[in-house]
């Protein structure tokens, strides 16, 4: 699938004597397509990851400052 460094680019110029390795250049741009997706979602759920454990450690803090025992859901 890559090349020994990782680059996907090497590839696509090993089928260039005539071979049809099946994957053109269509392929790889939809390929890399579907990656960046993937890559946006996953930034997405760590934004959220980041906004739960914020308030989560908010209102830790809240309820120490007020003597309040957490409850079971923090732990």
Known sequence: ??????????SAEVGAEGE??????????AINSMLDQINSYLDHLEEKNDHLHGARQTRLEFQQQFGEAPSEASS
């Open 1 to 10: 699938m890559s090349g020994p460094n990782g680059d996907l680019g090497m």
């Open 20 to 29: 049809d390795d099946g994957f053109g250049e269509a392929e790889y741009a």
